[in-house]
């Protein structure tokens, strides 16, 4: 795999860490094609039992890494990131995620499609599409309103401004929150805990739950991915990323 993508799998729990703590582990192509295979490989390894996400260094991920996306942009849906989200929508095992510092973007989106999430009370979430002059990715316009409904769905993804883990527990983003130093024992326990069922039932538990919605889900992708794209490439879009770029220097 990558350095920046570390892998351990112990007792059927494969987990994946996000492993670039100095940028907050913003996801760069590599990381996006590294992960996509990780999860690939994993759904066809019978010693996989639960699929475990976390980041490196107190964050989740900062989400994209704006330089490295404006070097090399998605420019369709063989794109690494644009794989990574579809290899996670489709997966069979159960997906556990435990949200630690900041998680941005993608960083939020990616958590919709996970079964159990956990975040520490000093979690932030912020889904800034519209910001950058984007759109939003990760089927987050079908997937939020029904988890957030419309009314706070639109908040987040319309004003793109941080919000806390109590908020994401309200939005049905998360499934519970916890202080920082209890975090990591939270995640293995659940982690544990499915890893411990039956296999084939809770397969086809996560099968029933989320199959009603598969071809919105994927239809929301392929939508939102060609938009995505699109606006990248938009006068707006270069204007913010510039803009960005320009106050972190």
């Known amino acids: ?100 510092g900041v998680a941005v973007g993608i960083g939020t989106t990616l958590l919709l499609h996970c079964d159990y999430v956990a975040a520490s009370e000093r979690a932030v979430f912020s889904m800034p599409f519209v910001n950058l002059g984007l759109s939003p990715e990760g089927a987050s316009s079908v997937l939020l309103p029904r988890l957030a409904g419309m009314a706070l769905a639109s908040e987040l993804l319309m004003f793109g401004e941080p919000f806390d883990a109590a908020t994401a527990l309200r939005a049905g983003i998360v499934n519970q929150v916890v202080p920082e130093a209890g975090l990591a024992e939270l995640v293995q326990k659940r982690a544990a805990a499915l890893a411990a069922k039956p296999v084939e039932s809770l397969r086809l538990t996560k099968r029933l739950l989320r199959e009603p919605v598969r071809a919105t889900v994927d239809e929301a992708l392929s939508r939102e991915g060609a938009l995505f794209v699109q606006r990248l490439g938009s006068t707006e879009a270069r204007e913010a990323f510039n803009a960005f770029l320009s106050k972190k220097k």
């Open 1 to 100: 795999m990558s350095d920046t993508l570390l892998t351990n799998l112990d007792a059927g729990i494969l987990t994946l860490t996000f492993n670039r703590p100095q940028k907050k582990n913003a996801f760069t192509g590599e990381m996006y094609d590294a992960a996509a295979w990780a999860l690939l490989d994993a759904d066809k390894n019978d010693a996989v039992r639960v699929v475990v996400l976390t980041g490196a260094g107190g964050a989740f991920t900062a989400g994209n890494d704006l330089k490295d996306f404006l070097e090399t942009p998605p420019t369709g849906e063989d794109s690494p990131v644009f794989r990574f989200l579809r290899a996670l929508a489709h997966h069979t095992r159960p997906v556990v995620a435990g949200v630690d």
